[in-house]
């Protein structure tokens, strides 16, 4: 017998009996909403039995863990399924990801969307005999030849891998896989799920392997739920900045360059205003600016570990035999140009920008619109500051990142601290150092943040900042890292007040990321529908009737309005205001100025908002001064819809 600890009251647990039905016992309601549990701070099934005392927590289906664990045991569905309906179909991996779960088959021929209904009525099936979910453990050897037997090479040569000499695995039914879990107690457990989509995918992610079917679900605790998350996928696809990209002719992608996007002209004025927006925001803040070639000698990247840590995201080439890397950083070009002139402490900090042209190769199947690109624009700036200006710089810096958020709109975020990953340079006194010195200007501005074990620069640790858009999702946007090691490698220096050769600080910093990805977000966060200050076309102005007093009114008004610095286009044509207006608010455009008779007799404007089918009546003057402020305060909102 053994003693449990559950929400404050011990209980005695018979020998041989599970938490599960520990709960049925005592807490019947709980387990309805359990999936899994912590026995003493570790993740066990329900099924499992205790052996000795311990203090019990349950994993909720409403918890990110047990979403986690239910979409894990949703994938573990899938496969049995798939299995029942193809008994030729190997088996390799089927994870939990955000948003869902995958599972990658060997099949003897391509998944494709038809198939997808099948499955998913199969597994309705499956859940329907609620098949209970059994975790066993076997000898590494023993597996081995088990997985073997049973023909499946891919769990071989994950076994095979494993440094363990047991392995677990979870059975249900006719169904086994290779698994650490935990898992749901039985199939009835798993109600609402959907199959979303087939890809394509290596085997180990390597292009040299065999090419594998790989079919995407997600699952959530309830109908309700999964419903919802449905109707948001919908907007979201909707909203999908590549077909927006297409029907407002701001950007399009071509065979003969893929993965580098062609900017249009419209889509070019979303560029330049978000580029000027930076370069003013900077140039407030102290920050010079410089440009350093996109091609480097391949000794250079060999210098800064790039080529032993980022190798196989760079492009080469070769002139007059020898050997050249395009840059996918800006970092090194920066420290060149630090190394061109001797720095005193008075010069420090000293704040750096480059909005730098850089290259990195993504294998096709991983481009996606603006999102994933092989060539983008990094809005850079290296800050090169004494350790004891570190702390400042960096809360100046967080600072500055916020307010560029909120210009945008975007209000809500996350914020991360990623830590040393495997591959890295500098020693674990730096790399400590450095990590601090990001988190103590987090405590000090009293913002909350996550820590992302492993996932730092190989250089330095950094600050992750994600922005969420008007769909609730997640973007990790800018990233600030504190850089010891590079300094050093590159022989960089300041004297100091003691006359003598000192290394600065490196800040490494990227508010937006790269700026067409960035714009791909803004695309898809206000629908095309831009802040005024971001819209490509600001104002419309039309006639109603093609004779030659409204046609005369009408580029009076335009005149007015490209004089006041607005971006604006008029259609007198022949077609009617209805067609007029529609185009408009297909593109977009803000505001459309109607130029009637009673207009050119009142001198007044009738204006509409993309918004809203009401007509404000207002004077030219009094418009253009609305217009500048809504531009100048880069509100989100028309100003005359804004209390």
């Known amino acids: 017998m053994s003693k449990i600890n559950y929400l404050g009251q011990s209980y005695d647990l018979s020998n041989g009996e599970s938490l599960l039905d520990f709960l049925k016992q005592n807490a019947k309601k709980d387990s309805k909403d359990a999936v899994a549990a912590k026995f003493n701070g570790t993740e066990v099934d329900l099924t499992y039995t205790p052996e000795t005392d311990g203090d019990l927590e349950l994993i909720l289906t409403t918890s990110d863990e047990g979403l986690e664990i239910l979409r894990h045991s949703t994938s573990h569905l899938m496969a049995q399924a798939v299995r029942r309906l193809y008994p030729n179909t190997q088996v390799t991996i089927g994870p939990a990801i955000k948003d869902g779960f995958y599972y990658d088959f060997d099949a003897e021929k391509p998944f494709t969307e038809e198939d997808l209904p099948k499955i998913e009525d199969e597994m309705k099936k499956i859940i329907k005999e609620n098949i209970p979910v059994v975790r066993k453990v076997m000898n590494k050897n023993e597996a081995i030849e088990y997985f073997k037997k049973a023909n499946e090479p891919y769990k071989v040569e994950i076994i095979e891998g494993i440094d363990a000499d047991t392995v677990s695995f979870y059975e249900q039914g006719d169904f086994i896989d290779l698994c650490r879990g935990p898992h749901v107690p039985s199939t009835g457990y798993l109600k609402a799920y959907k199959l979303m989509s087939v890809a394509g995918s290596y085997w180990r992610g390597d292009s040299n392997n065999k090419m594998l079917s790989r079919i995407y679900g997600t699952a959530f605790e309830s109908k309700e739920s999964l419903d919802k998350y449905l109707k948001k996928l919908k907007e979201a696809k909707e909203r999908d900045h590549r077909k927006l990209g297409k029907e407002l002719n701001l950007f399009s992608f071509h065979d003969e360059g893929p993965g580098f996007p062609f900017w249009h002209p419209r889509g070019m004025v979303i560029y330049k205003a978000v580029e000027s927006y930076i370069r003013n925001e900077n140039e407030k803040r102290g920050y010079v600016e410089i440009k350093t070639p996109a091609i480097l000698n391949e000794e250079l990247w060999h210098r800064s570990g790039h080529w032993d840590n980022y190798k196989e995201n760079m492009y080469f080439t070769e002139i007059d035999e020898t050997k050249y890397a395009v840059k996918p950083m800006n970092c090194p070009g920066g420290l060149i140009v630090y190394n061109s002139n001797i720095h005193s402490y ?233 067609t007029k207006i529609k185009k408009y608010r297909l593109q977009r455009t803000p505001y459309t100025v109607i130029i009637g008779a009673e207009e050119v007799s009142s001198g007044k404007l009738s204006i509409r908002t993309r918004s809203s089918q009401e007509i404000k009546d207002m004077d030219l003057n009094e418009f253009i001064e609305k217009l500048k402020k809504e531009s100048k305060e880069r509100m989100n909102d028309s100003i005359f819809t804004t209390k």
């Open 346 to 578: 008075r010069d420090l900090p000293l704040r750096v920008a480059e909005l730098g042209f850089v290259h990195r190769h993504e294998l096709s199947g991983a481009l996606h619109g603006l999102f994933r690109v092989r060539a983008f624009t990094q809005d850079d700036a290296h800050i090169f500051c004494t350790e004891e200006q570190l702390g400042d710089e960096i809360i100046n810096t967080i600072e500055y990142y916020l307010s560029v958020y909120k210009d945008f709109g975007f209000e809500n975020f996350e914020i991360f601290v990623s830590t040393r990953p495997a591959k890295s340079i500098g020693s674990d006194e730096i790399w400590e150092l450095a990590t601090k010195s990001l988190i103590n200007a987090l405590d000090k501005l009293r913002i909350s943040y996550k820590i992302n074990e492993g996932d730092g620069a190989f250089y330095g640790p950094k600050i992750d900042f994600n922005i969420k858009d008007v769909l609730d999702r997640n973007w990790q946007c800018g990233t600030l890292q504190v850089d010891f090691s590079l300094p050093m490698r590159f022989e960089i220096s300041y004297e100091g007040k003691d006359g003598k050769k000192h290394t600065p600080v490196m800040l490494h910093r990227a508010i937006l990321g790269s700026m067409e990805r960035f714009i791909g977000i803004l695309v898809e966060h206000y629908n095309g529908k831009f802040p005024l200050w971001l819209s490509p076309l600001q104002v419309a102005v039309v006639n109603v009737l093609n004779e030659q007093p409204q046609i005369d009114r009408v580029n009076e008004v335009a005149k007015a309005l490209k004089d006041s610095g607005f971006r604006v286009e008029i259609d007198e044509s022949n077609d009617n205001l209805g």
